[in-house]
């Protein structure tokens, strides 16, 4: 099945011989190795997109494609870098790149505040860097030895990289998107062509496509990807489907936020559509969206997706980064903040969070013996950890008590290197619908840095992983083969009789975004604590992007902008505890 955009390979003579064979299960960033004698090919040539606030080219078609003999097999590879979609005029975008400039236009501080921020995350990250543009002095600290939080990735002994999880950045992605102007960085975003593609179980190594089409405008382009689609919904399911959305598109956010008391499955059976829908469709959108099945997943969640991908003409259009996330985002993200004062330090574990007698911040006590102090405080880190450091005299209050409900959800990633490349996948992000995977992508095809003509590397979210999280690497890659066969019937078999597995990776995220579930919503605390000069940011902070990179980013910006508007507040503050130490 080929299409105009995708890039395939079919080796028809690459072999590979194993010649090395381990096993380590040590902790998440071990892996089972069968390595290979062969070296890297170099990468293919891909386009590029103009930087922000310039208009866009539309860059050529680079191929290579070898002529062949009649009746051979062709080896074709394609490789087409889809131009940035136009993003700059939508209202979100617009909101977004406005609350950016107020950091930057905002008058220069007498005395810049040092901030001390716990977790180089995207949340963590975000705070630094806005309050850096601001014309503050943020100290980011970050426990492991790698940035990112859970955008976090390895390189293994081999040099090839393996992640947290696998990134989607969507064009409904505002903040994100002028983050990546900002940086300079839009060029590293590879966009896919606007398609969401779904395996179908009952049809081994098909898949079924919603093509959404430029020339219309949103929302006619989704409502005419669904319409066309005949394989996974039939006509009167989508009708009853279309009916039962109404309040939604009517209600708009008042009433996207109303439906957090629901389930998807009980949304869906209290509108009146069929169980069917929530099987095809939504069962493998929420796990993609939050890594739990529909009958958890809070509906909000999913009806704040669809607003978002139905009402913006790029919306749902799909980008991978051109590389690893650590080093193609989130190191300019650092040098930027560098640049203007900031510091960035790795390996620095909060130990306590030590406290003045009127109950406010006086410094992080760090694992090391180190004593950081600042005028102000940021938690970056996920809520299970900033649980557990809380202080004792803080947890009666509300605003941290309510926080008991909010519990991250695990998460497994996977990484198989095969020694072959596979026929049966497509140069984007596909929807499994299998029991244990939720979304998963051929890499070597899709992302720059890590394309091999010759092999694939499938990076795959296993989910729902509770059940899972505790048993070994291997009984879970054996769990994902068996799955894989049935994907790919042709070319993957459980018993590895065809294609073999040449290397993986396993990740293991025992609490990773927190868990949607109904009645969530009220717990979400602001990023502006009860406590003087402590804030909060991540993605379970109040945003309107729940859990997802976007909202990270976005709850940093908030974080940022209350600290600057609290500044005379904290400056004040900082001159009383400066003389009181020297009395």
Known sequence: MSLFGNVSAINSS???????????QINSRDCFNITSGSGKIDVLAFGHSDAMGHRLQFPGVRSFITRTKKNVS???VVCVDYPRPELENTSNFLEAAYLSSTFRTSPRPARPLKIVIAGAGLAGLSTAKYLADAGHKPILLEARDVLGGKVAAWKDDDGDWYETGLHI?????????????????????????????????????????FDFPDVLPAPLNG???????????TWPEKVKFAIGLLPAMLGGQAYVEAQDGLSVKDWMRKQGIPDRVTTEVFIAMSKALNFINPDELSMQCILIALNRFLQEKHGSKMAFLDGSPPERLCMPVVEHIESLGGVVRLNSRIQKIELNKDGTVRNFLLNDGNIIEGDAYVFATPVDILKLLLPEDWKPIPYFKKLEKLVGVPVINVHIWFDRKLRN?????????????????????????????NRSMLELVFAPAEEWISRSDSDIIDATMSELSRLFPDEIAADQSKAKILKYHVVKTPRSVYKTVPDCEPCRPLQRSPIEGFYLAGDYTKQKYLASMEGAVLSGKFCAQAIVQDYELLAA???????ASLV
């Open 425 to 453: 996948t497509y140069d984007h992000l596909l929807f499994s619908r299998s029991n244990l995977l939720s979304v998963y992508a051929d890499m070597s095809v899709t992302c720059k840095e890590y394309y091999d003509p």
């Open 223 to 233: 409502i005419w990807a669904i319409l066309r689609n005949n394989e996974m919904l």
């Open 169 to 209: 950045f969507f064009g409904a992605y505002p903040n994100v998107q002028n983050l990546f102007g900002e940086l300079g960085i839009n060029d590293r975003l590879q966009w896919k062509e606007h398609s969401m593609i779904f395996a179908m179980p009952n049809k081994p190594g098909e898949f079924s496509r």
């Open 14 to 24: 690459g072999k590979c011989t194993v010649m090395n064979l381990s096993s380590t």
């Open 573 to 579: 503050r900082g001159e009383v505890l400066t003389e």
């Open 74 to 76: 062709p080896l074709k």
